[in-house]
């Protein structure tokens, strides 16, 4: 099993990488010191193919788990289910040494740390992110939260988790459309940080559709080393530092609040705003038209869209980049590309980003 | 102004202890380097009187200041109306720059703080509490939260204000019924860890009701100063050292939660809970009989419940004991005092705290 450790202090964890591992996520939680009971948040899809073998492992290492199931998407991410975890988790009585595993993709992840986060002061939680974008980004940082209809996760704290785990055997059963989009938060690693590993995907693109069991713990591991290097240096978000993940992710937001979250994925969204930040780089004279255009092509290459949708009023874009909670003063801090590794911030206001967008 | 600082290294903060110092209050939160758009949660009680010199203060100071009210009274410190606290600060435009005033007592502040705790991963919080029970306890600490049908602060997170700032003459307008109540706390310090303090109490009853400000000052100080060491020792209730504030408040939640939080105030219903665990830590052989008489004495003295609700059924009492966030095990970790100015934990099973009771 590969291991990368968040080297947080007093919060440190590690991220275990490994493939057909999921037997063996009892031992490894219990390794960690967590004991007694703890509750599985999972959604039907993911609960009927790995909550068995999940509550077999957490049973035979000596936990007393049970399940809590949440329905299936980003528009269920939200307080009213938050609530109803809480409710799941005072029906178990579980207690200040209790624990939750999130065993999902990112809006499970999320929900379920901001449970954890928020249920008696907090609680432990562990994360066993069953999609590449949970993998790569969202189980690894301490992000937790939900939606608001006003946004996405503008309600939420920083939580980190005690563990998370990986099987990457998990992603047979992914379907191809979410392996796809999750592969634009991996590309994102190699724009904002390593041209190296942005060469290796462009290399390896069969073998990662084939899920090649090496290629994609390498994949994974080497996506979880630089997020967690970049959340050791900015743990929330205060530095700056830890903006460069957000790559992508203005527009990217925007569209997915446009399109009320129901069109497209999350990574899909995020394709769509890289291209839109490398594209607004290149007009400002910050990023050259190849560096534009590598990433159009290995954004293509996974069958990704590098477009923002036909027929999108860029007004409502506009609007609701004005809504980014990382807006300041009425400007963006939009992270754009001055090479392919190196990624620098730049405030925009969201009328500028409208008019480059045209 | 007196100053007691909460030594939390990078999250420390002071408390400032004043008279007549309410308009200054722009002035202490500009000091803490706090700027731009805020948000004062108060209720309407507080807030007819307080509101508008809070807000000059604040507008004086060079803040953008706006005020969202909430319902006065411990039945709606809910997850219903932390959400519309939430809204109101979309609606207000407040970004992560932005800061709530808590400007109230322990509902007001423990709800402001929560969705300080939870609004974009967490923004500043200043608190102004108004309250004897506020000042002496809620406000200083950072325990922030909500109350569950199931109990009361089960969902909540640990959030640091940024100040907290007091002016004792706003205690001129508190009600009788609040003042006295929130000398079960003040006294509860003095039986946790001061018995010189526990004594200025017993001799300074006439002065402390006539609200003498330089008497007021010193006893809400004294308080203070215990407090920030206990929270300083184990922010986050980890290391047992904490525990020790919840003299009195194990037996108390448990007449709160079976009177439904209607029928006592927390410090009468802690009153009670000081002298359930009196008696008991005598029956244990753990206290001599005077120490259970000073403290019956004392509550007394400022008008407190000194005995549990006559007709309320034990069983209920014991019922609700299970539920205590603070249970492990089965077993709850009780407060008893060994003498007056030093206290231990000892675990009970909630059965065996009801035969003691009886």
């Known amino acids: 099993m590969e291991k990368v450790t968040v080297p947080l202090g007093a919060r440190a964890y590690d991220i275990l990488i490994g493939h057909g591992t999921l037997p063996t996520l009892g031992q490894a939680v219990a390794a960690t010191g967590l004991e007694g009971r703890c509750v599985v948040v999972t959604n039907p899809t993911v609960g009927a193919l790995y909550e068995q073998p999940v509550l077999a492992a957490l049973t035979a290492a000596g936990f007393s788990a049970s399940v ?8 269920f991410k ?8 809480h409710d799941h988790l005072l029906e178990q009585g579980l207690d200040r040494h209790g624990f939750i595993v999130a065993l999902g993709g990112g809006v499970v992840g999320d929900m379920a740390g901001f449970a954890a986060a928020t249920f008696l002061r907090g609680i432990p939680f562990v994360q066993v992110p069953t999609t590449v974008v949970a993998q790569v980004d969202s189980s690894v940082g301490g992000k937790t939260g939900v939606n608001h209809p006003r946004g996405k996760n503008l309600i939420g704290a920083f939580h980190q988790p005690r563990l998370v785990f990986m099987d990457m055997a998990v992603l047979a059963t992914l379907p191809r459309r979410e392996l796809l989009a999750g592969m634009a938060e991996v590309i994102k690693y190699g724009v904002i940080a390593d041209r190296a590993f ?7 693109v069969a073998a990662i559709l084939a899920l090649d069991p090496q290629v994609m713990a390498r994949v994974v591991g080497r996506c979880c080393a630089i997020k967690a290097q970049v959340v050791a240096d900015d743990e929330t978000e205060t530095s700056g530092r830890r903006a460069i993940l957000n790559y992508g992710h203005t527009v990217g937001h925007a569209v997915e609040a446009v399109t009320g979250y129901r069109r497209y994925k999350h990574g899909e969204a995020v394709a769509m705003g890289m291209v839109a930040a490398a594209r607004i780089a290149h007009k400002l004279g910050r990023l050259d038209a190849r560096a534009v255009a590598a990433q159009v092509d290995i954004l293509e290459a996974f069958g990704l869209p590098v477009a923002l949708p036909r027929g999108m009023d860029p007004n409502r874009v506009v609007a609701a980049l004005g809504h980014d909670k990382k807006a300041a003063q009425g400007r ?17 206001a969201p009328d500028e980003i409208g008019r480059l967008l045209a």
């Open 68 to 75: 809590c199931r949440v329905p299936d998407g980003e528009r």
């Open 78 to 85: 939200t307080a009213k289910w938050l609530g109803r975890i």
């Open 332 to 348: 963006v801090k939009m992270v754009l590309a001055s090479a392919i590794g190196q990624v620098e911030l730049v405030p925009l």
């Open 198 to 204: 942005f060469d290796y995907l462009r290399g390896h």
